[in-house]
């Protein structure tokens, strides 16, 4: 048999031919959310992004019609894909802007999972479908001012008043989504221990003032939410988990979104500077003919394929049910750094040009700054994947 000729150039994008470790409708279903970043949302983001806006009624509506949001959960409108169709989404709307891919994120796996994972049935019922629908939205509130990483140390709190009202007050910062949501998922303290409420936003003593001059992420909504005895009914809570489980399992699902979000973005990064490299002369040839271009854009080419492995791989043993946290954490930890460190070497790449949002590299950049952060810092990961290793908790 003759040896094959390997990858060329029209396979810059896909060396490794990571698309045959995915079946057909995983690839069908990956490239329909391609073309709908590619005509929906790139020609506008880096607009939106300048101006601080995001399109969030029509993102919502065009990501429910695509079945994107909650669609690894089963039932109540949810579209029930799997694991590695909800990674794939993530990937793509990734590569379009972070901001898109946390819109998403939040909404299914941070404000549609604790009501479907430990709502009651009445919970479900009122806000899934809609949730799913984009006719609803939701975020996530469980950092504070105060207590970032350490989310146990919590301040926010519920009591139940002589009636069996729940009384809630405290505040929550930094929560992507809180100013355009129409019901919030709130972790608070309680006698019992931390309970999680499910507050429409329209409740008195709610308000989520929007959080301005972000340089990072600029096309999301990011608030902070306060409540001033906010009168909740006994059956706002989610019946479902009384411990930092409930919170801390939610963030499972968003971390392993992120794993292969944050591929797409490295990968538009490699894209625009390969296109870039290609079509730039200086010194009267291709800037992508120069020996040193070549190399920065092999190794952005390298770590990106590798981070397609590494989500892959984690997208099947989620879909087998032996996923578990710190390998999350290996995913989340990993793509992240990777990808920051290819969008700021690509950056580069494009000179001058590179410090402008017509192309999309330094917009991945400051928003990948965001996602180094938040779901767990670069360093609560470290802490996390060397408890599992040593069996040693390094946190204090
Ligand atoms: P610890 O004492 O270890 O455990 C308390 C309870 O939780 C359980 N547990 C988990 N369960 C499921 N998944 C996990 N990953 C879990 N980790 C712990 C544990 O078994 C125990 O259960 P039980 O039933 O015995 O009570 O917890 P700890 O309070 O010491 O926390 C440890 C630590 C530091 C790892 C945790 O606090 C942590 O992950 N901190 C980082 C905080 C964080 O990631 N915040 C993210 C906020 S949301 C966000 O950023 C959204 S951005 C969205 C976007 O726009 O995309
Ligand atoms: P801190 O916890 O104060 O950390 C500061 C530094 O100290 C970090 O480098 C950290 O790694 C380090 N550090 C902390 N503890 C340790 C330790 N034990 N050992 C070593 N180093 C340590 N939260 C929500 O609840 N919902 C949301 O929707 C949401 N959306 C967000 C959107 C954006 C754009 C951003 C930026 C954040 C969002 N967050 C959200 C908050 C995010 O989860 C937190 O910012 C994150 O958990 C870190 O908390 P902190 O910012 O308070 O940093």
Redo the contacts with the bound molecule.
């Keep these: 048999m003759a040896t094959p000729l390997g990858p060329k150039a029209e396979d810059a994008l896909d060396f490794l031919a990571t698309d045959t470790l995915l079946a057909d409708d995983e690839i069908m279903m990956r490239d329909t959310i391609r073309r709908y970043v590619e005509d929906k949302i790139n020609p506008y983001v880096g607009e939106w992004f300048d101006d601080g806006t995001f399109p969030h009624e029509e993102v919502a509506k065009a990501c429910g019609d695509m079945g994107l949001l909650g669609m690894h959960l089963e039932g109540y409108g949810c579209s029930g894909s799997s694991a590695m169709m909800y990674g794939l989404a993530c990937m793509e709307l990734e590569a379009g802007d972070s901001g898109l891919r ?1 819109f998403v994120s ?1 909404q299914g796996s ?1 404000a549609m999972f604790p009501i479907w994972a430990y709502g009651s049935e009445e919970q479900k019922q009122e806000w899934l479908p809609r949730m799913a629908a984009g006719t609803a939205i939701g ?13 146990s140390s919590m301040r926010t709190n519920a009591k139940a008043d002589a009636n069996g009202d729940w009384i809630l007050n405290g505040a ?7 100013s355009i949501a129409d019901v919030a998922v709130v ?1 608070a303290m309680t006698d019992e221990g931390v309970r999680g409420f499910v507050v429409p936003t329209d409740t008195p003593g709610f308000s989520a003032p929007k ?1 301005e001059r ?1 340089v ?2 600029r096309a ?1 909504v ?1 608030s902070e939410l306060i409540f001033e005895d906010v009168r909740l009914p006994k059956d706002a809570v989610l019946p479902g988990v009384s411990s930092m489980r409930g ?1 801390l399992s939610c963030l499972n699902e968003a971390r392993f979104g992120i794993a292969f979000g944050a591929v797409g973005a490295g990968r538009a990064c490699y894209e625009s500077a390969l296109a870039y490299a290609g079509e730039r002369e200086q010194f009267g040839v291709p800037i992508s003919s120069f020996q040193l271009t070549q190399q920065r854009l092999v190794d952005f080419m390298t770590k990106v394929q590798q981070g397609t492995l590494v989500a892959y791989h984690l997208g099947r043993l989620k879909d087998q049910g032996t996923l578990g946290p710190a390998q999350v954490s290996f995913g989340k930890r990993q793509n992240v750094r990777m990808a920051l460190e290819v969008a700021r070497e690509a950056r580069s790449v494009l000179g001058a040009n590179g410090i402008t949002t017509e192309y999309p590299v330094v917009r991945h950049m400051n928003n990948l ?3 180094y ?8 990961h ?2 996390m994947m060397g408890q599992a290793i040593t069996g040693q908790n ?3």
Excluded: H, Q, R
């Design positions: 946390s939040v941070l975020c996530f509130g469980l950092t504070e001012p105060d207590s970032g990483s350490d989310p929550k910062m930094w929560i992507t989504n809180g972790w959080i972000k990072s992420l999301s990011t919170p700054e965001s996602v952060t938040y779901e767990g810092t670069n360093e609560i470290t802490l390094a946190f204090t």
